[in-house]
Nanobody
């Protein structure tokens, strides 16, 4: 079993930065991928970024050049968010795929004001 707990959300002005962290527990040593999704009010959940077990990293186009994902041997997965925009406002969820099973955190709110 794998547990994920996010932290670091909050309120920021446009142009500012926030850093999200996701602490993992349980058997994550055989993870396939870890990353972040987000869901804005009235919208479907949107994939944001992923890092796989080989270290390959991908971002959705809207955050490229502004967000940066990192992981510490699958113990934590972090998302550094710079140059925030109001459209980044959402609940952010971390996820991990371990042995082909997906696990989710409870979500953390990020609000960006203009």
């Amino acid at each position: 079993q794998v547990q994920l707990v996010e932290s670091g959300g909050g309120v920021a002005q446009a142009g500012e930065s926030l850093r999200l962290s996701c602490a993992t527990s349980g058997s994550t040593s055989s993870f396939n991928a870890m990353g972040w999704y987000r869901q804005a009010p009235g919208n479907q959940r949107e994939w944001v970024s992923v890092v796989n077990s080989r270290g390959r990293i991908s971002y959705t186009d809207s955050v490229k050049g502004r967000f940066s994902i990192s992981t510490d041997n699958a113990r934590t997965v972090s998302l550094q968010m710079n140059s925030l925009k109001p459209e980044d406002t959402a609940v952010y969820y971390c996820y991990a795929v371990v042995r082909e099973t997906a696990y989710w955190g409870q979500g953390t709110q990020v609000t960006v004001s203009s």
